[in-house]
């Protein structure tokens, strides 16, 4: 199909079907609006609560359906345990997804199409019954889901032992280095069962999603495409930082948490470059007390700026008047930031995180050294590809309480900041930002993905 031809409207109709959670929403949604520009038309579905909570900043180029998990008034949070929201989730939003097809096509305005977030693979069952295509989107880094498709398969031996696990199209692994809810087995028994579960039906999709890119998981990918028709699409985030193409796409355009923007970025603004350090946890990792106290002291001892996302859950695990005695000095602390902007600035130097998947590729692609603290599930194996596949930061090590110490925080922010090792991990980071922005440019290996699936839904219609 010649490029004048993929701008016009394929008349195709997708509904995107994202897990309920700020991490899965995003990149699921950005992928949407890559989708809007190649003339796709696209409904966005999600869950009732999540509808009534979140920041939107959506032009009306993607419409909005919800769909129920059960609990309307407070989502998980209103449920007795997770198992309980995700058993209600899986058979409340089963009956619901059907009954929005049916609405849909029953306007006049029928979906071709349903992309659905990996962790909801009942999602397929329901697309089928109503003879419509299931195209799996996984949020998490191909690496990891190839971990835990060994694990489903049973060709891992669980509990994991202290033996290197070797799995093809992956470096050898440490059990540490594995996704938590497999070396900490038992440890969150309903989310090991829904990730592992992930690829119960994948064999039935009509193809399989990631945001990730070709050249950052090739080896992996390339294993992996054997197994299924997959394709990387990302990284998914605003064109803004990327390729530019996509006109004020600023932002992902849904918030279940309001950023202190003004803020951070005039606080930024007063600071030296690359002399900043940005720390986040992301939207649900909670550090223990004495961690937090670790932490805060390593930054203050760093002698450097640095500022801190401290969601108000995990204020009170602060050092006393930390957040006082912090105010008047190096750092600034704030309930949530505008991580994307954060990163892009000028005077960001490095990115303390826990390396979530969305962090790791948002700091991937806008250029920014990490000091990887992961906490659980995908984080450990993110940390891994950081430090020893990409070359973009180190590992902070743990003590023998299991507690990362205030000098090792140091050591660490140190040497990704400054020195040999510092100027080499920088250099990397450069090397990934280009590669990241020219996949989904123009002719990139994410840009041509994206159209060949956009080829594949305008011969559904």
Not at 104 to 114: F, P, V, W
Not at 186 to 210: K, T
Not at 379 to 385: E, L, R
Not at 424 to 447: M, P
Request: charged share 20%; hydrophobic share 40%.
């Amino acid at each position: 199909m010649e490029e004048e031809e993929m701008k016009r409207p394929c008349k195709a109709h997708v509904l995107v079907l994202p897990y309920p959670a700020q991490g899965h929403i995003s990149p699921m949604l950005q992928f949407a609006k890559r989708l809007v520009s190649k003339g796709v038309r696209v409904t966005l579905a999600t869950t009732v609560f999540v509808a009534k909570s979140m920041h939107a900043a959506l032009n009306d180029s993607i419409g909005i359906e919800t769909i129920s998990d059960g609990f309307d008034e407070g989502g998980s949070a209103q449920a007795e345990s997770i198992e309980a929201y995700l058993t209600s989730l899986q058979a409340v939003g089963s009956r619901t997804l059907a009954a929005l097809i049916k609405k849909l096509d029953n306007s006049g305005d029928a979906i071709d199409a349903i992309i659905y977030d990996g962790f909801l693979s009942w999602a397929l069952d329901v697309a089928k019954q109503f003879g419509k295509s299931g195209v799996a989107f996984y949020t998490q880094a191909c690496a990891v889901n190839n971990v835990y498709y060994h694990a489903y398969q049973g060709l891992l031996p669980l509990p994991l032992s202290g033996t290197t696990i070797s799995l093809p199209g992956l470096p050898p692994l440490e059990p540490a280095e594995t996704p938590s809810f497999l070396y900490v087995l038992g440890s969150y028994p309903a989310f090991f069962n829904l990730i592992v579960n992930q690829f119960s039906n994948i064999d039935g999709a009509d193809l399989v999603l990631y945001n990730s890119f070709y050249e950052l998981e090739k080896e992996v990918v390339d294993y992996m495409a054997k197994l299924w028709p997959l394709k990387t699409v990302g990284p998914a985030i605003p064109s803004i930082y990327l390729d530019k193409r996509l006109q004020d796409d600023k932002d992902y355009g849904i918030n279940l948490f309001r950023p202190d923007t003004e803020s951070c970025l005039s606080w930024l603004n007063d600071k030296p470059i690359n002399s900043v350090i940005y720390v986040s946890f992301g939207s649900m990792a909670e550090l223990e007390t004495s961690q937090m106290e670790e932490l805060a002291w390593g930054l203050r001892n760093s002698n450097r700026h640095f500022l801190w996302v401290v969601r108000e859950s995990e204020t009170a695990k602060l050092p006393p008047r930390f957040a006082e005695q912090t105010r008047s000095g190096m750092g600034l602390l704030v309930p949530w930031g505008p991580q994307l902007e954060i990163l892009a600035h000028g005077s960001t130097g490095c990115f303390v995180t826990h390396c979530g998947w969305n962090s790791t590729l948002e700091a991937l692609s806008l250029g920014v050294p990490m000091v990887a603290m992961p906490q659980w599930t995908d984080q450990g194996t993110n940390a891994k590809f950081v430090e020893d596949v990409w070359g973009v930061g180190v590992r902070a090590s743990k003590d023998e309480d299991g507690i990362i110490a205030r000098g090792e925080i140091e050591r660490c922010i140190s040497e990704v900041m400054e020195g040999g090792k510092g100027k080499e991990i920088k250099r990397n980071a450069e090397k990934w930002r280009e590669l990241a922005k020219e996949t989904v440019d123009e002719g990139g290996n994410s840009d041509r993905n994206i159209d060949d699936f956009v080829r594949k839904l305008v011969s559904l219609t």
